[in-house]
């Protein structure tokens, strides 16, 4: 289980360092490509501190099920925190250039909603047993966000003009 969250923690500093490169070299970007450059920043630095978080607790010295229970506190809080700002700006900047809805956002608020729901649920008790694997797949779910947001950047930087000179 380590090893597969240290594998999350990698996949999301990649992320994170492929938001930093775009925002230093795509400074006149549209609106939609810097929300989507927050919102990958936002969801891979969460990924990178969540997948480290049970570890740290178990090593630390804290049980094990308290570790699981406090990193899925630590997710629900976190990703409902994250997907309120750039979920309200999102929606008011579409409404303000008239783009429809993109067909993917349903799906994106279903893969942020689930684990919100989910580990809550089990920070508060529910499913004990199963924790540590609703935990991983609440954290592969998040990181799935980010590859779809990643995949929409990259288009968008690609389908931007470079800014003029």
Do not use: H, K, N
């Not at 969460?46 to 178990?58: M, N, Q, Y």
């Not at 929606?91 to 729901?117: C, D, E």
């Amino acid at each position: 289980m380590d090893d597969l969250l240290l594998t999350f923690a990698e996949v999301a500093v990649a992320f994170a360092g492929f938001a930093s490169i775009a925002s230093v070299l795509g400074r006149q970007r549209s609106v939609q490509a810097r929300l989507r450059l927050q919102m990958l920043l936002i969801y891979s630095l969460s990924v990178l501190f969540l997948s480290l978080l049970p570890a740290a607790g178990i090593r630390s010295g804290f049980p094990p099920a308290a570790s699981w229970r406090s990193a899925s506190a630590a997710l629900a809080i976190s990703t409902a925190v994250a997907l309120a700002g750039p979920l309200r700006r999102l929606s008011g900047t579409l409404r303000a250039s008239g783009v429809p809805y993109t067909r993917y956002l349903p799906l994106l608020l279903a893969l942020q909603l689930g684990p919100i729901v989910v580990c809550g649920a089990g920070a508060l008790g529910a499913w004990q047993d199963q924790l540590p694997i609703i935990f991983v797949l609440s954290l592969a779910a998040l990181l799935f966000v980010s590859a779809i947001v990643f995949a929409r950047l990259v288009l968008a930087l690609l389908a931007d003009p470079p800014p003029a000179a």
